[in-house]
């Protein structure tokens, strides 16, 4: 198990690297599917925290409006607190499930949405309630994807500004949802080593990934993921049942 989740890691940081995003969407199903969701959510902290904040770094110039990441990522912060709740409250079972509803949510709005267009003056109105769902989910399913990253992929934004301004989004969230594990007893220290471990694994392969992203078109890894999801998604929910 150990293996398939360095594996995992792996993939997710060349995604990572490629386009931005993918970490959560990749590594929190394979880990749910090998262990659970809380130890999930919990090894990507670190990774959360640290691969983001690099890449807000190297794209700080090309960053959506302020007020408007400021208001995304605060409504994803109160979001986390709601799904973090969920998270200590709900059962094993039930959080799998989630995972799993989660996954099929977000293939269906990335088969259906691909070629819609939002305007910047609609996605301004539709910011605080899109963050405040992404947070929910990155809360108590450790992947905002089918919230947050579908809302800025539908804005067309170009790759350089979409990485930026996911990442401060996700910097952000993270920020909040780190001493709401500590609270909720999920976040230890064994598991915090882990993830720092997880970190290393995920930055040692970015800059493979990034050089496949400005050589490959994202389609090809937009593919990829949504395969390996599929897949994913039907594991938990037939291992999930099949225990019940």
């Not at 970490?23 to 925290?49: E, F, G, K, R, S």
């Not at 912060?77 to 409250?89: A, C, D, K, Y």
């Not at 290393?200 to 050589?215: E, K, S, T």
Request: aromatic share 8%; net charge positive; proline share 5%.
């Amino acid at each position: 198990m150990l293996f398939i989740a360095f594996i995992a890691l792996l993939v997710a940081g060349i995604v990572k690297g490629a386009i931005g995003s993918g970490v959560p969407v990749i590594v929190v199903p394979i880990l749910t599917m090998l262990y659970d969701v809380q130890l999930a959510i919990a090894l990507l902290v670190a990774p959360n925290l640290f691969s983001n904040a690099l890449q807000v770094w190297q794209y700080r110039r090309h960053l959506l409006p302020l007020r408007f990441l400021a208001a995304f990522s605060i409504a994803g912060g109160l979001g986390i607190v709601l799904g973090t709740w969920g998270l200590v409250v709900l059962s094993p079972e039930i959080l799998s499930l989630g995972v799993a509803g989660v996954i099929v949510l977000y293939l269906i709005i990335k088969v259906m949405k691909r070629h819609i267009a939002l305007p910047f003056n609609i996605a301004a109105r539709l910011v605080i309630p899109i963050g405040l769902l992404a947070g929910v989910l990155q809360g108590a399913a450790g992947m905002s994807a089918p919230a947050s990253v579908t809302f800025l992929n539908a804005m067309q934004l170009k790759r350089n500004v979409f990485i930026g301004s996911i990442s401060v989004f996700f910097v952000a969230i993270t920020c909040v949802q780190i001493p709401a594990l500590l609270n909720a007893g999920i976040l230890t220290l064994e598991r915090f080593l882990f993830s720092i471990l997880a970190l290393v694994v995920i930055l040692a392969a970015m800059p493979l990934g990034a050089r496949l992203g400005n050589r490959l078109p994202h389609r090809w890894f937009d593919n990829l993921v949504m395969l390996l999801l599929a897949s994913i998604a039907g594991k938990i929910f037939i291992d999930t049942l099949m225990a019940g």
